[in-house]
């Protein structure tokens, strides 16, 4: 067991940045590959961004490539999301999720059995 615990959200203008963190408490940290999702008002959840177990390899949703950066900080058992360049489209509740399914960066949602409450994100133009 994993609990997860997302902070950093905020209201930014068009253009800015922020920095998501994610606690996990549990079960060794490094144990778990790690991902952000999103999900904004009347759409779907969506993946954004994965890390391994070692933080090796990640992967990333086109829609914010070369402006996300997720890393991680197994010491500190931390996630984090750095979101520059953002734009009123990134508007949404961003959660982070940990699976045990393989050291994999991946985007599919059913594939992470954990999950955090979720930490809004709102981008005024």
């Known amino acids: 067991q994993v609990q997860l615990v997302e902070s950093g959200g905020g209201s930014v203008q068009a253009g800015g940045s922020l920095r998501l963190s994610c606690v996990a408490s549990?079960?060794?940290?490094?144990?778990?590959?790690m991902g952000w999702f999103r999900r904004a008002p009347g759409k779907e959840r969506e993946f954004v961004a994965a890390?391994?177990?070692?933080?090796?390899?990640?992967n990333y949703a086109d829609s914010i490539k070369g402006r996300f950066t997720i890393s991680r900080d197994n010491a500190k058992n931390t996630v984090y999301l750095q979101m520059n360049s953002l734009k009123p489209e990134d508007k949404a509740v961003y959660y982070c999720?940990?699976?045990?399914?393989?050291?994999?960066?991946?985007?599919?949602?059913?594939?992470?059995?954990?999950w955090g409450q979720g930490t809004q994100v709102t981008v005024s133009s």
């Open positions: 549990g079960r060794a940290f490094s144990t778990y590959a």
């Open positions: 890390i391994t177990r070692s933080g090796s390899n990640s």
């Open positions: 999720a940990a699976t045990t399914m393989g050291d994999y960066a991946t985007p599919l949602g059913r594939w992470y059995g954990y």
